[in-house]
Structures are given as structure tokens and as C-alpha cells.
């Protein structure tokens, strides 16, 4: 297992529509753990892999509380195959926005397919916070951000947070 970099926003590389995965190996794998690791780490709930750079339709997703087993899960080349009516708003933070918090309203239940560790297809609903979760780790895949929801006014100050959080870290490493 190994600890990787993660992106800061803006990056054009967090902008990209990511490739299927082609086939689930031993690097595939080995890719998600490093996910796992990293995200843990952070701490975060959940993970894409753009946003360690690399350009590939995988997520990890962590949302069990803290008195609850932990349920990580790794989902190949996901895709949302219904959405309820029904609305939820949360706050939401991202790993490439550190320290940012914003309101984005989101279906309240989806129901994902995707192809686990072993290449064998899996479906499932979510709701609650893994529901919002899974949709914020899709949206990476398609180089979407959560603050792209917000108002260009609100995104555009978050930006300038993020290039000067940028300059600074740039300047002590
Ligand atoms: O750790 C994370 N917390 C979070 C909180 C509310 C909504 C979404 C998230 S995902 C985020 C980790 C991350 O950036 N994943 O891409
Ligand atoms: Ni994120």
C-alpha cells in the first residue's frame, strides 16, 4: 500500500472525462488500495482516481460512521442506473477543495452498477450520505466538481482560495 498525492483544485486533470477501466488486474487492485490508504488518511469518505491523476472511471467510497464497522468499497467504472424523485441537501466538502463547505442538492437515492475487484458486475441503491457520496465520486469521473453546482460567484471566489492555498504549499515544499 502506498500513500499518493492528492490534486488541488484547479487542476486540468480534475477537468477530464476519465477512460473505462479495461479489465480488472492485479494493478487495478493494487490502485484501489492505494485509494483506500489515501483516502483514510486524509480523512475522507470517498475517493476518485483523477483525483490522485489518474484519468480511469474508478472510485473508493468509505461512509460508515465512526462507531460503525468500516465498509470500504471499490467500484469500477460505475454508472447511476435510476435516481429518486426525491431531493437531499448536503454540505459538501472535497479532498481537491480542502476547508470548503457548500449546500449541493442531489437525487436523495440512486442506483448504481459497476464492476468489482474481482470484474464481476454488482448493483445497488444508496441513500443517505453514501447516496451523496457515490454521485460526488461520478461526477469526478466526468471532470465535474461540486462547487460546479454552486453560483459562478461563489465557485470563482472557492478558485481563488484554491490558487493561493496552492502558491503557499508551492512555497514550503
Ligand atoms: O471526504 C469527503 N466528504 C464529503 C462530504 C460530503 C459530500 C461529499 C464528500 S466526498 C469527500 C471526499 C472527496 O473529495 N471525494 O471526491
Ligand atoms: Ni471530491
Redesign the pocket.
Known amino acids: 500500500m502506498a500513500l499518493r498525492t492528492i490534486l488541488i483544485h484547479p487542476d486540468p486533470r480534475l477537468k477530464k472525462v476519465c477512460a473505462p477501466v479495461d479489465g480488472v488486474d492485479r494493478s487495478v487492485r493494487k490502485l484501489a488500495d492505494d485509494m483506500l490508504e489515501t ?1 483514510h488518511d ?7 482516481a483523477p ?1 490522485i491523476g489518474i484519468l480511469q472511471r474508478l ?1 473508493v467510497m468509505d461512509c460508515a460512521k465512526k462507531d460503525e464497522e468500516p465498509q470500504p468499497m471499490a467500484l469500477i467504472n460505475p454508472e447511476v442506473t435510476w435516481v429518486s424523485e426525491e431531493l437531499n441537501t ?8 480542502p476547508e470548503q ?1 457548500e449546500d ?1 442538492t442531489r437525487p436523495a437515492e440512486v442506483r448504481v452498477r459497476w464492476l468489482d475487484l474481482d470484474g464481476k458486475p454488482q448493483e445497488q441503491k444508496f441513500d443517505g ?1 453514501w447516496a ?2 457515490v454521485q ?2 461520478i461526477d ?1 469521473l466526468n471532470g465535474k466538481l ?1 462547487i460546479d453546482y454552486l453560483s459562478r460567484i461563489k465557485r470563482s471566489m472557492i478558485t481563488k482560495k484554491m490558487v493561493k492555498l496552492k502558491k503557499e504549499r508551492a512555497a514550503v515544499l
Do not use: D, N, R
Open positions: 483516502m486524509a480523512p475522507g469518505i470517498g475517493l476518485a483525483q472510485i448536503y454540505s459538501e466538502g472535497c479532498l481537491s477543495i463547505y449541493v450520505l451523496t457520496c460526488h465520486e469526478h461540486f
